[in-house]
Antibody, heavy 116, light 109 residues
Framework: EVQLVQSGAEVKKPGESLKISCKGS????????IGWVRQMPGRGLEWMGI????????RYSPSFQGQVTISADTSIDTAYLQWTTLMASDSGIYYC?????????WGQGTLVTVSP | QAAVTQEPSLTVSPGGTVTFTCGSS?????????PYWFQQKPGQAPRTLIW???NKQSWTPARFSGSLLGGKAVLTLSGALPEDEADYFC?????????FGGGTKLTVL
């Protein structure tokens, strides 16, 4: 069974950095795409980008290019979403997805709150 | 950049049939957009119902089906149940990047 387990909720201040994680199991981590999706409070879904861990091939939505970094560590079957300088507008729920490359399964989500 | 359009809200009676549509501002939706459909209930993560236009996940109830019609991707729910009340999102592919529609809130009433 495919499972994606994400790291816990985070509370940060503007200007801080953050790295959240998504650990995959039940599939070959290097043979599928892991994606990230943002959902701001009370809003819809926004596709941020995807990574193919087997080749470190990474693609970003134009809206998120340069704003976040997607990476993966194949030794521990874990993908990451990283910010160097958080803003209040980065608050939301972030979901990781498993797919080929479009989302077939979803993690439980990580709530990120950025507040002074 | 293209926009993906969905009805903001729909209402269906229990046992009734409802059709969700997913369009593109850049033209007709085709199988080459690989339409996906997702269901999200309050407080839960989304889950994938339909992939590549018509294919169902193992957990997708038989009452849901996907198709193309009139230049749009379509999700049809036949025989709605109260538990189908949720938000429904579509996703289209545009040459290697992807875009969600704004979502449709389904009320079963």
């Amino acid at each position: 069974e495919v499972q994606l387990v994400q790291s816990g909720a985070e509370v940060k201040k503007p200007g801080e950095s953050l790295k959240i994680s998504c650990k995959g199991s039940g599939f070959s981590f290097t043979s599928y795409w892991i994606g990230w999706v943002r959902q701001m409070p009370g809003r819809g879904l926004e596709w941020m980008g995807i990574i193919y861990p087997g080749a470190s091939d990474t693609r970003y939505s134009p809206s998120f290019q340069g704003q976040v970094t997607i990476s993966a560590d194949t030794s521990i079957d874990t993908a990451y979403l990283q910010w160097t300088t958080l803003m209040a507008s980065d608050s939301g729920i972030y979901y990781c997805t498993f797919g080929s490359p479009r989302p077939l399964a979803w993690g439980q989500g990580t709530l990120v709150t950025v507040s002074p | 950049q293209a926009a993906v359009t969905q009805e903001p809200s729909l209402t269906v009676s229990p046992g009734g049939t409802v059709t969700f549509t997913c369009g593109s501002s850049s033209g007709g939706v085709t199988t080459g957009h690989f339409p996906y459909w997702f269901q999200q209930k309050p407080g839960q993560a989304p889950r994938t119902l339909i992939w590549d236009t018509t294919n169902k996940q193992s957990w997708t109830p038989a009452r849901f089906s996907g198709s193309l019609l009139g230049g749009k991707a379509v999700l049809t729910l036949s025989g709605a149940l109260p538990e189908d009340e949720a938000d429904y999102f579509c996703l289209l592919s545009f040459g290697g990047t992807y875009m969600f529609g704004g979502g449709t809130k389904l009320t079963v009433l």
